[in-house]
């Protein structure tokens, strides 16, 4: 982190100074229910609903034996909302991985060494970065309470000191990543995300791709027991689809209009504040059965920790409760629907002429 800042002010002294604020923090308390991210979180709520674009999350930089990794070296993993994984994948291949390869196929080969099942056919972009987000981490406001876009970075490996007295920069400099080539890896990947989320004219979220991911997890809850016979998952597929078909279409109507002429900054202001709004959107003031808190209908986490998606309608179905489960199936269906209404008048908009 105070690699990246240093570079990143190096950079402003040069002129290169972002075009969107970069705020750069690091939290105490987080083994203890997170508190100091989650109590800055709700502190500045009200402009953080408004403002931020998204918030990338980098706990464990490095964490595991880079020494006894083999050929394929450690494995880099990554979770985000679908909305940002594309950029990410491309970032990916603009940087290079410890291995001398590009951190893209590096990490494509690791994906598919630590990919359980082992996977039938090669993997493929679509396949890299991890769409469930579960907690025990700092972006847990953010994204559960705040409804804002979040990323998670990290080099991941064997790691039997984790939270032991051996965990010190003694083992990192030994034995974790003796030549800190996976710190300087994740350092420059962090920076380049940040970057492009801080400087580019239309902000680049995939909803198209983010549909994608999200009808996987309708497909994921269609298989729990009873759900066929007690819960018509039609409607909310067909909102899904919908939201999906919309985001494709809104993506490659940008692409066109940037490639054919000039946009107008105005036009950019629009375009850019309706695409924030849409994590917004998933937001439920009421917040989850049992835990207000968790607002957000996609993510939530068990209390495990662990990810859980379209939380509200999968704990109804889990503890077999139909009339719960139809009700939050609507609540799903009605945010669907907004979010593509959303999308058709963005790009309504963004395709009328200057």
Known sequence: MLELTRSIGELKARGQRPRRTLMVCSWDGEEYALTGSTEWGEQFQDDLKKKLVA?????????????????????????????LAPMIVEASREIRAPSGKSLHDAWLATAARERKPKPKHPLTDADLVDPRIGSGSDHTVFLNHLGRPTVGLGFTGDYGVYHSQYDDHYW?????????????????VWGVLALRLANADALPFDFGFYGGTLNAFVDELASHKGVKKHVDLKPLRKRVAEFEKEGQQLRSSIEQVLASRSVAPQRFDVLN????????????????????????LLYAARYTYAHLELPALTEAVESQDWPAAKLQAERLEAAFAKNRELLHSARVAWEKPE
Not at 67 to 79: H, I, K, N, Q, R
Not at 274 to 282: D, K, P, R, T
Request: no cysteine; charged share 15%.
């Open 172 to 188: 990192m400099a030994h034995i974790g990543d003796p030549d800190f080539a996976y710190h300087v890896a994740l350092t420059r």
């Open 55 to 83: 918030y990338l999350n980098v706990d464990e930089s490095v964490s595991g034996a880079a020494t006894t990794a083999g050929p394929e070296g450690l494995t880099f993993e990554v979770d985000a909302v679908g909305s």
């Open 273 to 296: 504040a309706a695409l924030m709004q849409v994590e917004s959107n998933w937001l439920d003031p009421k917040g989850i059965t049992g835990r207000p808190w968790f607002q957000h």
